[in-house]
């Protein structure tokens, strides 16, 4: 079984920054790809930011430049540093991890940008 725990979301002034974590346990899996979903109130979940198994970064055209994902050696946390929030970045964000058929999502973190 994989699970996703998030933590680091929070209440942030626009203009601020946060950094999201995401524990990774796994049972020797090797995952096609890992990454953070957001989904704000009355909006579809939006993919924010890969990173895949080879180690190359996709990114959602609104956060270019402002978000960067990243993890452990190990790959056991996921990282998302998220600098010059806007209040438009304000949503749930989730953890996701895809191996083979299989997707995991953590329970979420709530972000929210104040203006």
């Known amino acids: 079984q994989v699970q996703l725990v998030e933590s680091g979301g929070g209440l942030v002034q626009a203009g601020g920054s946060l950094r999201l974590s995401c524990a990774v346990s796994?049972?020797?899996?090797?995952?096609?790809?890992l990454s953070w979903y957001r989904q704000a109130p009355g909006k579809q979940r939006e993919l924010v930011a890969s990173?895949?198994?080879?180690?190359?970064?996709n990114y959602d055209d609104s956060v270019k430049g402002r978000f960067a994902i990243s993890t452990d050696n190990a790959k056991t946390t996921l990282y998302l540093q998220m600098n010059n929030l806007k209040p438009d970045d304000t949503a749930v964000y989730y953890c996701n991890a895809r191996w083979g058929w299989n997707v995991a999502w953590g329970q979420g973190t709530q972000v929210t940008v104040s203006s």
């Open positions: 990173i895949i198994r080879a180690g190359g970064t």
């Open positions: 796994r049972d020797r899996l090797i995952f096609n790809s």
